[in-house]
């Protein structure tokens, strides 16, 4: 299997080869495999080739970096996601009330809210609220202002504000790097003011990220790993956190 996945990302390096780009659709149909298979290929080699927009494109060409597409991080590691979020809902009791941040990793965790019998869910992520606001057992508290399309969220001066307002059992945090000296960052800077108000205003922070996201450092620093009171991560990520004494932090993982 990762012969083939190698041969496949040689072809698509070939493809690549004079600086253009290919769209998903056609990488997949030339490597006669399907969109998804591609995804995981990229996702398994991101200093290879970077996929923006839908479309392929060679990591190192100049002036390309990285993209948050809310669209293909669902897709991305949404098994890992799933059984972190399975880890995560273990420390959610009923009456909580929840701060969920934005991004794809904790959806799967909205899933899992009916089962109680009385939340309440705070969030400045438009994704998050549709999934809760049909649920009769959830109070959804939404923090509105000027709207981000990339991650689905809100952004306002006096969101901080609001959320310091509120009481907060449980913040659960997503992140797109995890490095232990660089600490945890995010791809966009108006998310660091709500990650922060919630983790000054909760009573317990709570970490979930997947493997993939280790020794990843991206634009927005918003918390060092050691600020966090718990770690949701996979087996293959839990051993970094372990053996740092200076960062020990309480890690749950998910086989």
Do not use: W
Not at 53 to 71: E, I, K, N
Not at 96 to 111: I, Y
Not at 127 to 146: I, S
């Amino acid at each position: 299997m990762k012969d083939r996945s190698a041969l496949r990302l040689a072809t698509l390096q070939e493809a690549l080869a004079t600086g253009g780009t290919l769209h998903l659709r056609d990488a997949a149909a030339l490597c006669g495999v399907s969109e998804m298979t591609i995804r995981r290929d990229l996702n398994a080699h991101p200093h290879v080739i970077s996929l923006l927009g839908g479309r392929l494109v060679m990591a190192h060409t100049p002036g390309v970096t990285p993209v948050y597409d809310l669209s293909e991080q669902q897709a991305s590691h949404y098994q890992a996601k799933s059984r972190l979020c399975q880890r995560a809902q273990r420390f959610i009791e009923d009456g909580d009330t929840l701060f969920v941040d934005c991004g794809s990793t904790l959806m799967p965790l909205m899933n899992q809210l009916s089962e109680y019998r009385e939340l309440t869910v705070i969030t400045y992520a438009l994704n998050v609220a549709n999934a809760v606001a049909p649920l009769p057992n959830v109070r959804l508290v939404l923090l509105g202002g000027l709207f981000y399309a990339a991650s689905q969220s809100f952004a306002s001066d006096s969101m901080a504000e609001s959320i310091e307002r509120l009481g907060i059992n449980k913040a659960f945090i997503s992140a797109a790097g995890v490095d232990m000296q660089r600490g945890v960052s995010c791809f966009h800077f108006h998310e660091v003011l709500p990650k922060q108000a919630a983790m000054a205003a909760a009573m317990q922070r709570l970490l979930v990220v997947d493997a993939s996201k280790f020794g990843v450092v991206r634009p927005a620093y918003f918390a060092s790993v050691s600020e966090f009171d718990v770690v949701v991560t996979d087996e293959e990520g839990a051993p970094a956190l372990l053996r740092d004494d200076h960062h020990a932090v309480p890690t749950i993982t998910a086989p």
